[in-house]
């Protein structure tokens, strides 16, 4: 598998959190117009929305612990997105069809993005 440097991977991950947005986005238009739905919708586009930007704003960060704090809003944020997505599922507004890739990519960025958090962590102590 061919390495790639951490400025790639950077902007392959501001793309990919900024589709993951986009993603949730079309979601949330196919939500029914039930007041619980677009509660719940609107949560998932707020923390969603989230991933992306403070992605983003952690690759422009000007120290360590600037980067460290905004990879620790983007794990909390991608768990409520999955969280949010889950109970789409579970109280019957969506079908798992319906959600399965975006629950899917939400665990993914989670695993990426916890696993940056702890290795800066480590490296900072």
Known sequence: ME???KSEFADVFKSRT?????D????FRLLPKTEEAKI??????RSSSSVGA???AA??????AEFYSKLSIVVEEADES?????????????KIVQVERLLKEANKILKVV???RKTVSVNNK
């Open 3 to 5: 390495r790639i440097s």
């Open 18 to 22: 900024k589709q993951f947005v986009i």
């Open 24 to 27: 949730n986005i079309a979601l």
């Open 40 to 45: 719940i919708g609107k949560q998932l586009l």
């Open 54 to 56: 403070n992605y983003r």
């Open 59 to 64: 690759c422009r960060a000007r120290s360590k």
């Open 82 to 94: 999955a969280f949010w997505l889950e109970v789409l599922v579970e109280s019957q507004i969506l």
């Open 114 to 116: 916890a696993s940056a």
